[in-house]
């Protein structure tokens, strides 16, 4: 009974499915009526129901039980099988059934549960539910079958009737009656049946029979129906929701499983959208643990989500059809349920990958093995958000992971990113958490590869999510911007300024957030304080003044700023106060014809009165004021101001300008100056009469600061030189901006003279007091800023008077660096006037510059007096090789020349003191080279119509230019600066720079490739006929030392520039490629001249042959080392870089097959030189085929030419190979070797003897090379090659015994004799590594001895893997053990150590081969050596000696 009523109980589930609730009110409601008419024509099936408890009705009144049903069975049963005429009995129940339902109406009774009917209220007998008659007699097995065939029968009757009165399906009734039946006489027919009429019934029918399915059969059949409903699964896409719901229920064969999975992937394309769901989720929840990757990398492959999805074009079109109430519309999929569906289907992977930890871990190495851009699709995003999202089985760290190396390696890119939050918001807005983490993680990442990633899903989401979503962003680049790491503080600023512009008045909700960084501006640069300023005055100050609320404490913080006395808040109050005079002051669109769009008189009085107010406080401070006229020169350059305060300020800055520093050029100049006044530098001729009044003014600045150091208060306003330049480049810019680029109104200003004093003073430097050497230095400082600044302004004019006068002047600051050297050298100590203005606080900037002067004054003459013999042209030589050009220029005798070079110091330890040179100087190089070809006897040029370049120049401008690349396009990783350490500010004197992206510098750089292969060409061309003049010698009696010097400086940094602009990351992005392109081409234009479209590989290919050709004038090591990266850079840009490796190899060999002779007929040496030429052999020995035997010929012949040649001679073979440079090349040959094992795949069981061989001879090649450099420490035994040796020797060992054992594992019965010869010959070298443990020992040197413990651990792990390998091969009689003595790197037995330990050995050969017994000493019968600690257990069979 219990069994039946629980069975009951879900039929009462089943039937609630199919019978609306209005429908069991009513049935439920005539119980009280008067009993309804029952039949009255009564046959066999009447009479024998009747008298079992069964009232037949009709009228649509349900029959009535007054039984319980498993009562009625029974009688029923015992009825038919005790009546007289049993079985024919049977036959005549079974006709009167099929009459009885031969009506629609009884035979709907006859499926519906029967109704209790109640006896004088007694509701005891009779449960509340009660089976339909049909189920009741089903249960009967005598009638099952004929029942079962009727029913069928009678169902194609209804297939296309739909539902009828009262929500009741007749079809889906008729199939309710077969589930869970207690038994089934024939099983396999009723299955048959069935799917049979699934065959012809239309898809609702189908469904509900392919649905009901695993309710109604037994298990013994669930293989059987599979098959048929996997075959039925490929011919109608339609079922495969009912099909899979089917299949997920039935108990299935693994085998069957997987071939059921393969059916569902093939057709998982033609899959309707509202049923990828339920495919999804069965395929992932039918996999197991083996083909876990298989099935989820078809899966991905097969799930083409951007196709579910409609474009937003589409969607707007169908949005705008919906609202006007279309009918059609209602038949197509709204973008709304497409984004469910996909909302479903990543439901069901976010349960597959919780519950099951294979699955996530299927899913992160099949996104992780796309290695193609083009091939990763939306559901890979969306699917790491996913994994970030649950952390199930901690999937977090590997997404992050997974996410943060394809955005590295450019196969994930913005665009992916941008479809996705385009056409999934809704999806999205679901793993928003995981979306902000991630964002934050890259954004804090120290790799600058993935950071504008992170910026990118910052904008996505502000733009596609709520308001909430909004504020958490703002919140978040807020918490970047206060974290005070360069790289996340620009970033999540870009991104705040960009989100203002896109999107003003969402971002006004939030501009309380972003007035909070005003707290933490101590950690910002003057850049960032720039763009914080830049985005608040643009909400708060904008033409739509959306933040407006913010406006009051923006003035309380500038002012509060603009009063303090500590020049670092002053400064941030003067970059703030000008930025909101740009966004106030800014020119205003005309939103109506009516209006002018000019600037409202209260706008504009506010704006004058906030520059009064700056200009007022930044009076008492030179360095304050100067502040203020670059913040207002850059302010000019970025932004367009309205008319009327522009002209307010440029009225302004004439005025000052001529009052402060113009003055008028008399006869003689009155006042009492330190040094004799004259003009100098005048090239307008003797008719001008205005002059810069430098040296009055730095006079009287040096005087009234001694004055003021007596005085407390100050009356009168003080000029200071210190503004001289900034307010020029003020003036040039207003002027720009005034006359669309003409300059004519101030050109005088460029020939104009300088009051300075005659510079024969610097030869007297000693004879000087120490104030009157400072005051020259400044003098020289300010005469170098404004001569920068004059070219900055006036080197885009056309005219070649123009020009000439700009190169005048480029002369002019390379001769006055030259004196300026010198001065300084005299002058330790000095610290030279500031010059950019936004920097770190002028007190951190002379604490940390005094250092470098006072030392580079102390290495000058020893530095100097190697330079004439010193061909490196590396960055700290090359100010020094410039201005011993420049000399060239002033007509200097030799002595004198060279006497000079002594004195000088590098400028390079001063380079924040000079005013910042802009991009587009660089013009300057489009000029030719002067040569000397186009002297003429008196060293004058014969005609200068054409504007050149001397030496000295280029060298300059290509000093300024690698400069700027190197800070632009190289990326630095974002360091967090260490607690108690001073943060080195890089970015000081690039601050024009820093306001252009690497992209605009980048553009720009191509634009000058012309003219730097131009120079390229010429430095070829000179260094090509030095050789041809002197009969192929570099040092012969035509060089001129620095002629060369100069030319070899150009020569190397024009292929650093080119190196670096090709290095830039940016050229992998999609929108760059254009740009790479034209770069390329320009290069192989120069090769040869084509018209047709050549692709990027071709480019590549041309560009390379282009620069191959360079190679023949290499004028020193570190110029070919630039070459070797410059020619590996471009060949990686093509895609198929493998074919370039065998050439840049082979130039590689050719450079370090050279001998290196300076001009001066030295050979190069020196720690550049060693730096160039550890690069240079790593670049040889990365590109070389075979490493092995590249490291081979260099140990055998190289190395072995060494050991026989002379003290001071080289290797014939290799002549950069000498004793002072061997350290270089044992480093890296051993670092070279120990990489190269690495790749060597490892042995398997499933080798066959061919593979074994092979790999097995690799090793042998890599072992005998090991022992080879091991060996020659024996001769090289200096401290630097023993570290080398120990930290390298055990990494190689750790390397054999993790990849080179498992191999000899498997080889060592087919190969005995090759093993052996292996083992023996490293046994050889693990000796060796013991002798130079004992060697470290002895001389208690710790940098030898932190070496030793990992070593020795290594080395006795190898002891037992060789005797694991020989147990394995059934071998364990040929290992044996030997004592091994402590030894010297000499061989002598180490006789003071008394610990007790054991070096064990072993020797490993075959039986049927046993090894001599008459050896003279133990050590030459061991295999390897190790010496064991103190720990080994006394019973243990190795013995040590310590």
Excluded at 431 to 440: D, K, M, N, R
Excluded at 1069 to 1075: A, F, N, V
Aim: glycine share 4%; charged share 25%; proline share 4%.
């Amino acid at each position: 009974m219990m069994r039946k009523k629980r069975r009951s109980s879900v039929d009462k589930g089943e039937e609630a499915t199919t019978t609306t609730k209005a429908k069991k009110s009513r049935n439920t409601g005539r119980k009280l009526k008067e009993p309804a008419p029952e039949e009255t024509n009564e046959s066999v099936f009447g009479v024998f129901l009747r008298e079992a408890g069964v009232t037949l009705k009709h009228a649509g009144t349900s029959n009535e039980i007054a039984v319980d049903q498993v009562v009625f069975q029974k009688r029923l049963q015992k009825q038919l099988q005790k009546s007289p005429r049993y079985p024919g009995i049977v036959k005549e129940f079974t006709t009167g059934l099929e009459s009885h339902i031969e009506d629609p109406e009884r035979f709907r009774n006859c499926l519906l549960p029967c109704v209790p009917r109640l006896l004088d209220g007694d509701s005891s007998q009779v449960s509340s539910f009660q089976e339909s008659l049909l189920r009741m007699l089903l249960g009967i097995e005598m009638l099952q079958s004929f029942i079962i065939n009727t029913l069928l029968e009678k169902l194609p009757e209804f297939m296309f009737d739909g539902t009828g009165d009262g929500g009741l399906s007749i079809p889906h009734a008729i199939i309710n009656q077969f589930k869970w039946l207690d038994r089934i006489v024939d099983s396999k027919e009723l299955a048959a049946k069935l799917m049979e009429l699934v065959s012809v019934a239309p898809v609702e029918v189908q469904r509900d029979i392919i649905t009901s399915l695993p309710e109604i059969l037994e298990d013994s059949q669930h293989n059987d129906i599979a098959r048929e409903l996997n075959s039925l699964l490929q011919e109608n896409t339609q079922l495969t929701v009912p099909i899979l719901d089917a299949l997920s229920s039935l108990n299935l064969s693994s085998s069957l499983l997987t071939e059921v999975r393969g059916a569902v992937m093939v057709t998982l394309a033609a899959v309707q959208l509202e049923d990828l769901p339920v495919v999804v989720k069965f395929v992932l929840h039918s996999v197991s643990a083996s083909d876990a990757y298989e099935v989820v990398r078809n899966l991905r492959k097969k799930l083409e989500l951007e196709q579910c999805v409609l474009p937003p074009v589409l969607q707007a079109s169908q949005s705008r059809i919906k609202s006007k109430g279309s009918a059609a519309s209602s038949s197509t999929p709204s973008a709304g349920s497409s984004q469910d569906s996909v909302t479903l289907i990543l439901d069901g992977i976010k349960s597959a990958v919780r519950f099951q930890k294979m699955i996530s871990e299927a899913w992160l190495k099949a996104i992780e093995s796309v290695d193609e851009e083009e091939d990763h699709k939306v559901v890979d995003l969306l699917v790491l958000f996913i994994l970030h999202s649950t952390n199930a089985n901690q999937s977090r760290r590997g997404a992050e992971r997974l996410l943060k190396g394809k955005v590295r390696t450019g196969l994930i890119q913005e665009p992916l990113l941008q479809r996705t939050f385009r056409d999934y918001a809704q999806v999205m807005r679901g793993y928003f958490p995981s979306i902000l983490s991630l964002a934050q993680s890259l954004l804090r990442s120290p790799d600058p590869c993935v950071v504008p990633f992170g910026g990118h899903m910052y904008r996505h989401s502000f733009t596609a999510f709520d308001s909430y979503c909004q504020q958490e962003v703002v919140g978040s680049l807020v918490t970047h911007v206060c974290s005070g790491v360069g790289g996340e503080v620009d970033m999540a600023l870009e991104l705040l300024c960009g989100l203002v512009t896109e999107k003003p008045s969402e971002m006004a909700l939030y501009a309380v957030f972003v007035k909070g960084i005003l707290d933490y501006m101590d950690n910002l640069t003057p850049q960032q304080i720039r763009r914080l300023f830049h985005l608040l005055s643009g909400l708060a100050f904008g033409q739509q003044q959306q933040g407006s609320h913010i406006q009051d404490d923006m003035h309380i913080v500038i002012r509060k700023q603009l009063s303090s006395t500590v020049p670092k808040y002053k400064r941030i109050g003067i970059i703030g106060a000008v930025r909101i005079v740009g966004s106030m002051g800014a020119v205003r669109l005309k939103v109506k014809e009516s209006q002018n769009g000019s600037l409202p008189q209260e706008t504009l009085r506010q704006v004058t009165a906030l520059l009064e107010l700056v200009k007022s406080s930044s009076e008492s401070s030179p360095e304050a004021a100067a502040l203020y006229y670059d913040e207002l020169a850059n302010l000019m350059l970025s932004s367009t101001l309205d008319p009327q305060v522009q002209q307010s300020i440029e009225k302004s800055v004439i005025d000052d300008f001529q009052v402060d520093f113009v003055v008028d050029v008399g006869p003689k100049i009155s006042g009492s100056f330190p040094f004799t006044p004259c003009v100098l530098y005048d090239l307008e001729g003797q008719g001008n009469s205005i002059a810069i009044n430098l040296l009055p003014l730095l006079a009287q600045n040096v005087q009234m600061k001694g004055e003021q150091q007596n005085q407390t208060s100050k009356t009168h306003k003080r000029v200071s030189p210190l503004c001289l330049s900034p307010l020029f480049r003020l003036l040039r810019l207003c002027e720009h901006k005034q006359h669309q680029g003409d300059l004519e109104e101030i050109d005088g200003l460029l020939g104009c003279p300088l009051i300075l004093t005659d510079m024969d003073v610097v030869e007297k430097m000693e004879s000087l007091s120490k104030a009157e050497r400072e005051f020259l230095c400044t003098l020289l400082f300010h005469t170098i800023n404004w001569f920068r600044e004059v070219i900055n302004a006036f080197c885009e004019q056309k005219e070649t008077e123009m020009k000439m006068k700009v190169m005048t002047r480029l002369q002019n600051i390379t001769y006055l660096q030259t004196l300026l050297e010198r001065a300084l050298a005299e002058t330790p100590g000095y610290v030279p006037p500031v010059a950019n203005f936004d920097g770190e606080s002028t007190e951190g900037v002379i604490l940390s510059s005094a250092a470098p002067v006072i030392k580079a004054k102390k290495d000058a003459p020893g530095k100097k007096r190697k330079a004439p013999g010193k061909n490196s042209s590396e960055s700290s030589a090359q100010l020094e090789e410039m201005t011993e050009a420049d000399k060239t220029q002033q007509e200097q005798p030799e002595k004198e020349k060279e006497k000079e070079i002594r004195q000088g110091v590098s400028l390079l330890s001063y380079r924040q003191f000079f005013r910042e040179l802009d991009m587009e100087v660089l013009d300057v190089l489009q000029c030719g080279l002067l040569s000397r070809s186009l002297l003429d006897s008196e060293l004058h040029t014969k005609v200068r119509e054409e504007v050149l370049l001397g030496p000295a120049e280029l060298v300059f401008l290509l000093e300024d230019m690698h400069r700027k690349v190197e800070f632009s396009l190289t990326a630095a990783p974002a360091k967090r600066v260490p607690f108690f350490k001073a943060r080195a500010d890089k970015s000081v004197g690039f601050s024009h720079l820093q306001q252009r992206s690497s992209k605009d510098v980048a553009s720009y750089c191509v634009q000058l490739l012309p003219a730097l292969c131009s120079h390229l060409e010429n430095c070829h061309n000179h260094f090509q006929t030095l050789l041809s003049d002197n009969n192929g010698v570099v040092d012969g009696p035509a060089t001129d030392i620095q002629q060369h010097h100069l030319m070899s400086s150009s020569y190397q940094l024009l292929l650093q520039v080119l190196n670096t602009t090709f290095s830039w990351s940016g050229f992998s992005q999609p929108g760059q490629r254009g740009l790479l392109k034209k770069a390329l081409g320009v290069l192989a234009e120069r090769l040869k001249e084509e018209s047709a479209e050549l692709t990027l590989e071709q480019l590549v290919k041309h560009s390379f042959e282009y620069l191959v050709n360079f190679r023949s004038t290499m004028p020193s090591l570190s110029t070919a080392l630039c070459l070797s990266q410059l020619l590996s850079t471009v060949s990686e840009k093509g895609g198929n870089s493998a074919s370039y490796r065998e050439q840049t190899a082979s130039l590689a060999k050719r450079f370090l097959s050279q001998d290196w002779v300076t001009a001066s007929g030295q050979k190069e040496r020196g720690n550049k030189f060693n730096e160039a030429l550890h690069t240079l052999l790593r670049i040889y020995l990365e590109h070389v085929d075979d490493v092995l035997k590249a490291v081979e010929e260099i140990t055998e012949r190289g190395i072995a030419e060494l050991l026989n040649a002379s003290k001071d001679e080289s290797s014939a073979s290799w002549p950069t190979l000498n004793r002072q440079t061997f350290l270089v090349f044992y480093k890296v040959l051993m670092a070279e070797l120990e990489k190269a094992i690495r790749k060597i795949p490892v042995g398997k069981v499933s080798d066959n003897v061919e593979a074994q061989s092979e790999k097995l001879l690799t090793w042998k090649l890599a072992v005998e090379d090991f022992h080879a450099l091991v060996k020659i420490v024996m001769v090289f035994d200096s401290r630097p090659v023993l570290i080398v040796c120990l930290k390298y020797g055990r990494l190689f060992l750790d390397s054999f015994l993790k990849l080179g054992m498992p191999l000899l594992d498997n080889s060592f019965k087919r190969h005995t004799e090759d093993v052996q010869s292996l083992l023996k010959v490293f046994q050889l070298s693990t000796r060796q590594l013991h002798h130079m443990c004992g060697h470290s020992k002895i001389h208690q040197d710790t940098s030898l001895t932190n070496h030793v413990p990992a070593l020795k651990k290594s080395l006795e792990l190898f002891v037992y893997r060789v005797k694991a390998m020989l147990t394995l091969n059934n071998c364990q009689e040929a290992f044996w053990i030997g004592n091994l003595k402590n030894r010297n790197l000499k061989g002598e037995e180490i006789l003071s150590q008394r610990s007790q330990g054991s070096d064990e050995d072993e020797d490993e050969e075959e039986q049927c081969s046993p090894l001599p017994q008459d050896q003279s000493e133990d050590e030459d019968m061991e295999s390897t050596t190790v010496n064991r600690e103190d720990d080994v257990d006394q019973d243990d069979v190795i013995e040590d000696s310590d």
